[in-house]
């Protein structure tokens, strides 16, 4: 089972607006990573935790708050984000805890900024 | 950094034909390649992945050569089908040292007429 979980599915929020991503994996992996895809563009890294710590961080925003509550759970809190930020938040595990190696991903939730 | 350069941006082959897509990095160091099928509205699925001890691997219809000289790695689709359509994407990184997280190339769209 590869399977990683991700809700909503679809997300509209306003710029005064605060909501969290949520993703999820059962699979004992040890890296959770979130990207953010643009249409026609492959996926940008935001984020990196491996063994729960953040080891990456691209320079990402501070509007982008990532949590990672336990080894399966992984959140990105939103807050006063602009129009650009509306894209497809794709969340990614692998077992190999470096942050590299085989990443399984989530069907990702689609964000409108308005 | 690493980067990675994929062609061709777009491919239209007949059902039944083989598709091709290839892919360059820059570091010499990168020892893991992976490729990602993306259908419309859903994440990257890994399909097929080669490490750089390896030449060729295949499963199935999917094949992928590593050319670690050269630097560059190709995915090689045989006997395509209408469901082969999607968007594919290359990615490389380096499992042993620096920045261990993936480097994505900019993506082929693949069409498959019927």
């Known amino acids: 089972d590869t399977e990683v979980t991700q809700t909503p599915k679809h997300l509209v929020m306003g710029m005064t607006n605060k909501k969290s991503l949520k993703c999820e994996q059962h699979?004992?992996?040890?890296?959770m990573y979130w990207y953010k895809q643009k249409a026609k563009k492959p996926p940008e890294l935001m984020f990196v935790?491996?063994?729960?710590?953040?080891?990456i961080n691209e320079s990402v925003p501070s509007r982008f708050s990532p949590e990672c509550p336990n080894s399966s759970l992984l959140n990105l809190h939103l807050h006063a984000l602009q129009p650009e930020d509306s894209a497809l938040y794709l969340c990614?595990?692998?077992?190999?805890?470096?942050?590299?190696?085989?990443?399984?991903f989530g069907p990702g939730t689609r964000l409108t900024v308005t | 950094g690493e980067n990675v350069e994929q062609h061709p941006s777009t491919l239209s082959v007949q059902e039944g034909d083989s598709a091709v897509i290839k892919c360059t990095y820059s570091?010499?160091?990168?020892?893991?390649f992976p490729w990602y099928k993306q259908e419309l509205g859903k994440g990257p699925q890994l399909i097929i992945d080669?490490?750089?001890?390896?030449g060729e691997k295949k499963d199935q219809r999917i094949a992928v050569t590593l050319n670690k000289t050269a630097k560059h790695f190709s995915l090689h689709i045989t006997e395509t089908q209408p469901e082969d359509s999607a968007v594919y994407f290359c990615?490389?990184?380096?499992?042993?040292?620096?920045?261990?997280?993936?480097?994505f190339g900019s993506g082929t769209r693949l069409q498959v007429q019927p």
């Open positions: 935790y491996s063994y729960e710590k953040l080891s």
């Open positions: 990614a595990s692998s077992q190999d805890g470096t942050g590299a190696g085989e990443q399984y």
């Open positions: 080669i490490r750089s001890n390896v």
């Open positions: 990615a490389a990184s380096n499992k042993n040292t620096g920045r261990r997280a993936l480097t």
């Open positions: 699979m004992g992996h040890r890296a």
């Open positions: 570091d010499s160091a990168s020892n893991y």
